[in-house]
């Protein structure tokens, strides 16, 4: 275990202000659980000073990822596929080199149970798509950064493309024989369970929701964008969009209770509203 | 390969006329893939005389399963737990033992390819659920035929019961290592593409629809529910069920032009109406 503190990251990603409010959430509830890991967070631009003024004091890293660096040897073959930008930035992590092993979770993730065993997994470990489960959801993969893998999962991304448009489909084409190969790189679903998962197969839900231990709030809605009552201290989840109520309670609660009381009062938007 | 065509069967099951019109859809899909393996349909009181003289004339063989028969042992035990009478229908399956291996098929499941090496396949093998992919779709499974497994199951079925009421709750929790053991027991997912796939993750959808071996049609509208317009030759989906009009379009070419034409005028409810 010797050096496993620091040589081994939890890593997410915001482009902006809104989706860094994920991320601080989910820096808390992984300090909630008592993980004894690093916590890196990479941010664009397009991330405000005062958000990477709140997410430096909470996280160990943060880590700035610039598309059109001019170090990066890529620079001139992304140049002419604007349309995978943000595939590409999600890419990134792979460069976290001074890290031995690493696993990248979404900012609209949160976790409910210590995860720290998902560092005895090897590249790529990843959990069932619920839509297709022949594919992995990309919202949550244990990996190894390297420059290398990152380089070549670049080329591969310019000459064969994503069959979504998105990160997803891109890492299920390099890394293609996930679904038939190995058992052990198939993470138990508790450790990435979709919101599509809470009403899909309700039975199921109930059976395991005891052992859940990543729950993932995919789709156009986020746990931010549902009404919350300030004087009840209650969420309402807006019709139709299968979160689980209980699940998003506890995700304003941290919110709430460790993140909104920090927020710099000159964040606007979203941010600044709540 | 030598007697493989004898010794190995599909197998699938009908309680009432309308499931039965699934059966012999099934049937005509496997045969038109060129199978080269036993099709037996297991039927109980509830399918008419002359249903049971229409899958007689098609399927191997049709076999009569009686949950109060006498001679079964666990008669006693059932009968204090009606609820339990269709989920252990299915697992009658188990005593077919004149087979040394075979393949469950719901009757709503439509073969779009040939599917004779699922009998290179081991006991329990079966494809993710779409909605809880830890859990395995009974829809579709390889299983090995024997009078022990069967008890075995009634038992468990008894002090254990279902977490969902039905057969897959009952298997997933037998057959509880499937998830984690061997990536070999775990079926592509084109082997049982369930109606949600087609819009849960679309792209991914497209991306493997060529590869489709078997598409199942699971909840409560099932193929037949839906408008088939006889002069058009076309069935028009009844909005919001998910189903993909080609692969429905599929099932009904099939049953107007191989079925339906050989179906007893004496057939009443829904199988008299068409
Ligand atoms: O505008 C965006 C969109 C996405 N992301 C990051 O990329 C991840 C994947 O996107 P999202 O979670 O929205 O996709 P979904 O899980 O709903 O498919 C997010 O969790 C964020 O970490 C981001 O920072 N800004
Ligand atoms: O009233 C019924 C219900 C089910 N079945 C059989 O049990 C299978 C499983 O039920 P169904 O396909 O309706 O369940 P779903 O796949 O939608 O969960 C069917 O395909 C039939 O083979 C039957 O014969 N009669
Ligand atoms: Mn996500
Ligand atoms: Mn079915």
Redesign the interface.
């Known amino acids: 275990m010797a050096g496993r503190e620091t040589k081994e990251a939890f890593v997410t990603l915001a482009t902006n202000d809104t989706y860094s409010l994920g991320c601080l959430v989910l820096e808390k509830s992984l300090r909630k659980v008592g993980t004894t890991r690093q916590l890196v967070v990479m941010v664009t631009s397009g991330v405000s000073e005062p958000m990477r003024n709140q997410l430096t004091r909470v996280f160990d890293l943060v880590q700035e990822v610039n598309l059109l660096d001019s170090k990066d040897p890529m620079n001139l073959m992304l140049l002419g596929r604007p349309d995978l930008n943000v595939t590409f930035t999600k890419l990134h992590c792979w460069r976290l080199t001074q890290f031995d092993k690493a696993v990248f979770l979404d900012a609209d993730t949160l976790v409910i149970q210590n995860i720290d065993e998902l560092f005895d997994r090897e590249e790529l470990s990843a ?9 992995f959801n990309s919202g949550v993969f244990v990996f190894k950064p390297s420059q290398k893998t990152y380089e070549s999962l670049l080329s591969f991304a310019i000459t064969k493309g994503s ?3 998105g990160d997803q ?1 891109l890492l299920n084409l390099y890394f293609k024989d996930w ?5 052990a790189r ?1 993470l ?3 450790f990435n369970v979709v919101s ?2 809470f009403y ?2 309700l ?6 929701r005891q052992n859940v231990k990543i729950v993932h709030f995919i789709g156009a809605t986020k746990p931010w964008h549902h009404t919350y009552n300030t004087t009840l201290g209650k969420v309402t989840a807006l019709p139709g969009t299968g979160h689980d109520s209980e699940f998003l309670q506890m995700w304003w609660d941290i919110f709430m209770e460790t993140v909104q009381p920090f927020l710099d009062s000159s964040l606007g938007g979203l941010v600044g509203e709540l």
Do not use: L
């Open positions: 959990a069932p798509d619920a839509g297709w489960p022949d594919c069959f979504d448009g489909g679904s038939t190969k190995d058992i198939h138990p679903f508790v599509q998962a899909s197969y039975p199921a839900f109930k059976q395991f």
